[in-house]
């Protein structure tokens, strides 16, 4: 009996992992993500099925926040040590336009939707780069603190610019992107002319000008895990950071915090390969990816972080926290109710401007 | 002595003459020295001066452009940029072969991002370009200027062809130049408009800073130093303990120890207002300033001005003090001119490695500093890392390196070099 049970043991794992583990690809891979929760829950959701069903060795590197540079350097050292690369869209069209990352073809080489819609169609505009495969949307977006905002809290995100009804310190990214459209927002420009806006030096002024309003008030960040920290201290009354880590804040340490969505900032975050993989590790990469954002896979990480699915045929498959229980689809970015005032983090026109309005945006700050 | 002189060279035992003799005998030794720091010589060479010279040689290296669009920029070189007329048909032919080429190995957009540092909007002009000029036939005699003025309006635009114009040959100056805020214009080199310059005012800042820092090090760590020189050997171990506990402590730790202090929210706040010192609403503001930077990194370096200090005092001898005293030397005489003098080396020691450390710290300012505590370290790092242009991170590190040195060299001519000691 108990032989018979080994024999069928390793026979199922023999068919499991017999393909898979084919001498064309490499068994082990190393994937570069942010850490934190972040990667934990990418770790329960596709790694630890992944490996389970080929044998695979994943390592893992928190380096995504540096990815950029690095890959620069590995490229120019001809010695690229990571598979699979976690990055955000903007870094990712940056690595595609410097040849660093790998082209993919979403209908040949990741999954199409169960209903057999194609992944381009399925992933949609999402699919803001040739190298990029989407995996989450998330927002950088406000909390503010429930207790020192009296009886009228903010509904607005120009309540960020009002210290009259709202006095205290607030904490902003320390750069240009997302401040500036705020901004502009709330100094009256039209939500739809704000680029056209922001790409004039006049209109660079006008939003530093903005913000110098409040300059004396902000305290800037530049890890995401700064406002969270300080909404917890009391040290200041509204900060923005993207949404899963207000998330935290609120459902799991419980803090008198509550979540501002308006004029939340949507962007992306997903996948690269690397230029100049190994046939054997480039084989891997690509059955990784094929397998890691598939419908099932993108709709099982939302269980462990409230960010949302890229594909939209994951969305109706969001179900519950692992551990808390809690429904995820109203924490969502994407959920309609909160989705009521958005902007899409504009890629082209950051491309373009970032290097000049980073350049006075960082002169304003140091002045 | 005499004879010598009358004879000619004089000679070693073998009749070679023996200066002759003196030099090889050296020679060997010198060889033989060599051969044993070879293996560390040889290391430093490959992990240190290599990587490093490399690295600031990207401060004027430029060859990215005329690598990509190569017949471009022959064409270009005969183009008068003042006229503000656009340049030949010629041109635009010579352009549309090299970025067919470029496009294959994918170098176009590459050179459009090293562009955009000059100038915005390069990066998508290249970027959008090639996705139709891919499709071009060569071969068909249509006019190129117009396909690509069809293509994007940047084309038609002088001001995009005399940066590619400008930043054509392969090495520029033009990195140093943006790290002293300046540019190259119409009429040569000129100062940047107000509103992005930067660079000069974090230099200055990064100095100053380090100063302060340096002589906050010496103050606080002189006292304690003496007594870990003076005391008895038991409370003085016990005291070098609580030096070294913080040496080992993590550098994370402890700024972010200082951070849960000083905040508004923070320790000393808390208890300050609990004594009644300070109202509740007017708490002070001791952090994401530059009295935070100064505060965390004055801690963060201290044992480094301490334990140099501290070897040298070790070696003053007691008795100094005592005969200076027994001749009548007030304690404060006696201290100035006969104690504090020989402590020089050690301060002198402690100053250039808090000095040297600060200059170049990254991390604590980038914590602790907020706007007005950075330091020109983190406007490296985010080029390094965030921007991606290296070649202006070159130049900053390059400046930087150049300011150490040459403060090295006058510390020198004051001080002496010979006059530090790390003990003994």
Redesign the interface.
Known sequence: MKLKNTVLAVSAIALVAGPALSADMADEMTIVSWGGAYSNSQNKAYHEPYAANTGVTVVNDESSAEAVAKLRAMNEAGNITWDVVDVVAADAIRLCDEGLALEIDPDTQLAPAPDGTSASEDFGDLLVSDCFIPQIVYSTTFGYRTDLVGDTPPTSVCAVFDTEAYPGKRSLEKRALNNMEWALLCDGVAKDEIYDVLATPEGQEQALAKLGTIKDDVVWWSAGADTPQLLADGEIVMGSTYNGRLFSVIEEQKQPVAMLWDAQVFDLDGWIIPAGLSPEREARALDYIMFATDTQRLADQAKYISYGPARASSAPLVGQHAELGIDMAPHMPTDPNNAQNTFLNNYEFWADYRDDIEAKFQSWLAN | MSDATDTGPVLAADGTPLKKSLSRALRLQKTRALMLIAPLLFFVLLTFVIPIGDMLLRSVKNQVVSETIPLTVVELASWDSTTGELPSEAVYNALARDLQIAIE???H??L??RL??E??????LF?RSGRQVKRWDLDDGEPFKERFLDVHDGWGDVDNWKVIQTYSPPYTSGYFLNAVDREIGNDGVEVRPE????YV??FKRTLFMSIVITVSCIMLGYPVAWLLANLPARRANILMILVLLPFWTSLLVRTSAWKVML???GVINDVLVWLGLVADENRLIMI?NQFGTIVAMTHILLPFMILPMYSVMQTIPETYLRAAKSMGATNWTAFWRVYFPQSVPGIGAGSILVFILSIGYYITP?IVG???G?FISN?IA?H??????WGLAAALGTILLAVVMILYWAYDKIVGIDNVKLGG
């Open positions: 190995n994918k170098t957009t590459r459009g991002s955009n540092y100038k915005s909007g390069m990066s998508s970027r509103n992005e310059q930067i005012k974090l905040q508004q929210q994401n980038e907020g706007t007005t950075t406007r985010f390094i890392s965030s921007s991606l242009n």
